[in-house]
Nanobody
Framework: QVQLAESGGGLVQAGGSLRLSCAASGRSFSSHDMGWFRQAPGKEREFVATISWSGGTTYYADSVKGRFTISRDNRKNTVYLQMNSLKPGAKGIYCC????????????????????WGQGTQVTVSS
């Protein structure tokens, strides 16, 4: 079982940047697709980004395209989310997650498609 620990959240002004990290334990990390979801206060979790096990394929929610970048370093068992030009609506708990394998080609990037989750890190964007 892979365990995840997120870090890097905090308070930032609108227009600013943050880099989130997700450290994974377990040998199988490098063969798992990984992702980030966000849960805003009073709302359901929503997809932010996902990356294939090799790092060669990425997908983003339309709301973050061009501003957020997901990446991974399999040597360090870590996934990153670089967030630029942050907006107040980006506030929430950002959770890293993973798939015990690969997402299907028909993936909807819904929460149920991911097998394990971290506890999350809080991001607050002030206007």
């Amino acid at each position: 079982q892979v365990q995840l620990a997120e870090s890097g959240g905090g308070l930032v002004q609108a227009g600013g940047s943050l880099r989130l990290s997700c450290a994974a334990s377990g040998r199988s990390f490098s063969s798992h697709d990984m992702g980030w979801f966000r849960q805003a206060p009073g709302k359901e979790r929503e997809f932010v980004a996902t990356i294939s096990w090799s790092g060669g394929t990425t997908y983003y929610a339309d709301s973050v395209k061009g501003r957020f970048t997901i990446s991974r370093d399999n040597r360090k068992n870590t996934v990153y989310l670089q967030m630029n030009s942050l907006k107040p609506g980006a506030k929430g708990i950002y959770c890293c997650n993973g798939v015990a394998g690969a997402l299907p080609r028909s993936a909807e990037f819904a929460a149920y498609e991911y097998d394990y989750w971290g506890q999350g890190t809080q991001v607050t964007v002030s206007s």
